[in-house]
């Protein structure tokens, strides 16, 4: 246990370097320089710019400025945006409670309709709504989110007037529960529509695996009832499956979150780090990108803890 | 440890638990009674697959019956209809057509048509009067249940015991199938215990709610020699104890003559030849069960011996592309143009209990 815990922290930290690395090459090596918004300011000289520079870090060479970044987040400073010399920290926590909210919402959305769907397909394989749900969610998985967004947005808001297209509540007017919701529902919807697909085609293979497997046979031969044959001898095995998608789709949802948050204007963190590519907020950008792989990293050994919870087979044996 | 073929001492009683009863004679009315079993599967594309046609016999009271036969003859698909298990029972995918009859004497003494009995029913006597056990030990308990949910849930299922009203039964049928530290074992998962562990467990599964009749489908051909031979003592051990017919679908002819009452044999989904295990080791009748009984000709032998079916030249026919006539005939020795190629033929006496189906039986009985 704690053997495999050591080693998939060292697994976890080689992860989260490589991808640092990539991530600050890729953002620094990529055309664009954080003090052009400065450089067009009246007024503003070559000299100030100079100076600016020097003082931001970015005239040193880029193995320095990754350390000296590196160095700092080590000791717990993630740096200050270059926009509004805010602490990244503290924008990435003021931006993250709206994140988490749209995708936990489309998260359970897309759980609880793609299971749903998955495991009435399994049960009555080869029926008519099995084939429609099949098309359905092979649908759903080859036309982009964003695609979904504008739709959505078209036909909900601008034709239908149902649905606000943006923003996380009315400008202006006071906090309320519903007209949050009312925000919410569409963004989270479009989120969850891929995923959903995925949970059902997920669910389906999954279970139809468990069903045709020779303990289902001895269920039935020992005279169980449907019913107990499902929720005692299939839903348990077909579970497993099912944590790991989770596990899988933890990542997906979150760049998902940056596409519909883009689309719908929503305040987190997906947008947010658009925003600081458009800025060249580089320490932003930095803070989130790493925020994110710790978050799914840590999703996956939340993943592999629920596994071991979940199947005998990996708990210890004992002697 | 010779059994004879009719040594039984117990007969279940009407009520489940009482005591047994005298041996009863040949006579005894039968406690499964097939006729004119045909399963045939449709398929959407292609021919239908009849892999068991006109399968009449019957199963005492305590009696074994041996059925026999080589891989796809129908064997499997005989039990499975027997126990309902051939449809999907989930309402999807509509299972072969089944027609026949199978009259069976349930442990409450009323005589059901399996065959035709609504699945609810057939569920009552699923695991209760009728079990099965699997070839593939390894595959058939499921994995994230433990061993003592595996078998807790037949006593919860027809029993109606509570989950721990079911603790002291599971313990002691543990023990009977002659499995060590049971207390220890119930809440064990299957992947800890070895093959032999596990078609013990399979067996105290089947045994559970003590059923008069136990369809064993090839239960230790997936084991080690060893672990096959001390199974099938446990099985003749229980059998004594209880007084439960077994129908016990083997490749293995050593196990027939130690097992045996009857003996039953297929051949591409027809029932050739069933006879008293002497009778049918020691004079078969029909050609095929000859090739597979002969090469040791007798009883004694067999025993000793423990063969494994011999192999024939050729092969099964496709079921979908059945020879005319006898379906044997291209691979028969005793094949004449005419009786073999033209009629499908129907099953004859030549003994009121032994039962063949060749053209030629007669000639062949004088040789
Ligand atoms: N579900 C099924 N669908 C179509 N054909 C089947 C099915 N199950 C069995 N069969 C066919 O029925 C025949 C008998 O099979 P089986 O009873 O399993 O043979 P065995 O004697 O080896 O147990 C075989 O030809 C097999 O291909
Ligand atoms: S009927 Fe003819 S072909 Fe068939 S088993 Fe008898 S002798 Fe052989
Ligand atoms: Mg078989």
């Known amino acids: 246990m704690t053997d495999a815990f050591v080693s998939r922290l060292a697994r976890m930290a080689v992860t989260l370097a490589i991808v640092s690395v990539t991530g600050f090459l890729l953002l620094h090596l990529a055309p664009g320089d954080p003090l052009a918004q400065f450089a067009l300011s009246p007024g503003m000289t070559a000299t100030q710019l100079g ?44 931006h993250l409670g709206a994140t988490l909210e749209l995708a936990g919402t489309a998260a359970l959305l897309a759980i609880w309709t793609g299971a749903a769907a998955g495991l009435y397909g399994a049960f009555r394989q080869g029926s008519r709504a099995d084939h429609l749900i099949t098309v359905a969610s092979i649908i759903l998985l080859s036309i982009p989110t964003f695609w979904f967004g504008l739709v959505f947005i078209s036909l909900f808001s601008v034709r239908l007037g149902w649905l606000p297209s943006g923003n996380i509540h009315t400008v202006g007017a006071p906090f309320s529960p519903a007209d949050y919701l009312k925000h919410l529902i569409l963004p989270a919807t479009v989120l969850a529509l ?58 997906t949802l979150l760049s998902g979150a940056l596409v519909t948050e883009t689309v719908f204007t929503w305040p987190g963190i997906g947008r947010l780090f658009l925003d600081s590519l458009e800025y060249r907020d580089y320490p932003v950008a930095m803070g989130i990108l790493m925020f994110s792989a710790v978050l799914a990293t840590a999703g996956s050994i939340v993943t592999d803890a629920l596994y071991t919870v979940a199947d005998p087979r990996l708990r210890q044996a004992r002697p | 440890m010779t059994k004879s073929p009719t040594g039984h001492t117990a007969f279940p009683g009407a009520v489940p638990g009482a005591a047994p009863e005298a041996v009863p004679g040949p006579a005894s009315a039968p406690l499964l009674s097939v006729r004119k ?22 199963v005492r009271p305590g009696e074994t019956i041996a059925l026999v036969g080589e891989s796809s003859s129908g064997k499997s698909v005989t039990a499975m209809a027997l126990m309902g298990l051939l449809s999907s029972g989930s309402g999807s995918g509509a299972g072969p057509v089944i027609t026949g009859q199978a009259l069976f004497r349930t442990s409450d003494e009323n005589t059901v048509d399996l065959l035709s009995l609504p699945e609810p029913a057939l569920r009552a006597i699923r695991g209760r009067d009728i079990s099965m056990v699997f070839q593939d030990p390894m595959t058939s308990l499921n994995p994230v249940l433990t061993i003592g949910e595996q078998i807790s849930e037949v006593l919860m299922t027809h029993d109606g015991l509570s989950r721990r009203q079911t603790r002291a039964p599971v313990i002691s049928l543990l023990t009977r199938v002659g499995l060590r530290n049971p207390e220890d074992l119930i809440s064990r998962y299957p992947f800890q215990l070895s093959g032999g ?51 016990f679908i083997t490749h293995n002819i050593g196990v027939v003559a130690q097992i045996a009452d009857r003996v039953v044999v297929m051949y591409s989904g027809q029932i050739v030849e069933s006879a008293p295990v002497r009778d049918a080791l020691d004079t078969p009748l029909m050609p095929y069960s000859r090739v597979l009984f002969r090469t040791v000709p007798t009883y004694e032998a067999v025993l000793a011996r423990r063969r494994h079916l011999p192999t024939i030249p050729g092969h099964v026919p496709d079921p979908r592309h059945r020879p005319q006539g006898c379906t044997f005939h291209p691979r028969c020795t005793h094949f004449v143009h005419g009786p073999c190629d033209t009629f499908r033929l129907s099953p004859e006496h030549a003994t009121p209990d032994h039962e063949v189906r060749c053209a030629r039986w007669r000639e062949i009985a004088r040789d």
């Open chain 1, 51 to 94: 100076a600016m520079r020097h003082q931001m870090g970015l005239d040193a060479a880029l193995p320095l400025q990754y350390l000296r970044w590196l160095g700092a987040l080590l000791t717990g400073d993630w740096g200050r945006s270059f926009r509004d010399h805010q602490p990244v920290l503290t924008i990435i926590l003021g």
């Open chain 2, 37 to 58: 079993l045909a399963v045939t599967f449709t398929q959407s594309s292609g021919p239908d697959i009849p892999a068991v046609e006109g399968a009449s016999f019957d």
């Open chain 1, 194 to 251: 891929a995923s959903a697909a995925t949970w059902s085609r997920y669910t389906r293979n999954a279970v139809a695996d468990v069903l045709g497997q020779d303990f289902i046979r001895t269920a039935r031969a020992k005279g169980l009832s449907p019913r107990k044959i499902r929720s005692r001898h299939v839903l348990r095995n077909a579970l497993l499956p099912m944590i790991t998608l989770a596990g899988l789709q933890f990542p």
């Open chain 2, 197 to 247: 562990m596990r078609q013990r467990v399979m067996i105290a599964i089947a045994l559970a709610c003590r059923p008069h009749l136990l369809i064993a489908d090839e239960p230790t051909t997936a084991l080690d020699v060893t672990v096959q031979a001390r199974i099938l003592t446990l099985l003749r051990q229980l059998q004594a104890e209880t007084g439960m017919a077994i129908i």
